[in-house]
């Protein structure tokens, strides 16, 4: 079992950056493949980013493509996803997941077993 805590989200005004973490507890962190999603009011969750469980290997969904990194530092049981050029369609609720099952588990929110409760990131233009 693995608690996930997400902090970081706030209100930023169009063209700036957040960087959001996420704190994992309960079992080794290096175990763990992760991922970002998200989902805005009145929409389905999406995928936004995912890292391997060794850190190697990264994917980022085409919206966030080249203005987003995602991040994992095992030593500190702590993921991070760095969102810079920020437009106001990135508001969203924002989540990271985790997978035992996976060590690369992609896009899709099945691979994941664990879930934080998510932060808010609002993008004003």
């Known amino acids: 079992q693995v608690q996930l805590v997400e902090s970081g989200g706030g209100l930023v005004q169009a063209g700036g950056s957040l960087r959001l973490s996420c704190a994992a507890s309960g079992r080794t962190f290096s175990d763990y493949g992760m991922g970002w999603f998200r989902q805005a009011p009145g929409k389905e969750r999406e995928f936004v980013a995912t890292i391997s469980r060794s850190g190697r290997l990264t994917s980022y969904a085409d919206s966030v493509k080249g203005r987003f990194t995602i991040s994992k530092v095992n030593a500190k049981n702590t993921l991070y996803l760095q969102m810079n050029s920020l437009k106001p369609e990135d508001t969203a609720v924002y989540s990271c997941?985790?997978?035992?099952?996976?060590?690369?588990?992609?896009?899709?929110?099945?691979?994941?077993?664990?879930w934080g409760q998510g932060t808010q990131v609002t993008v004003s233009s």
């Open positions: 997941a985790a997978s035992l099952s996976y060590a690369n588990p992609g896009p899709y929110g099945l691979n994941y077993n664990y």
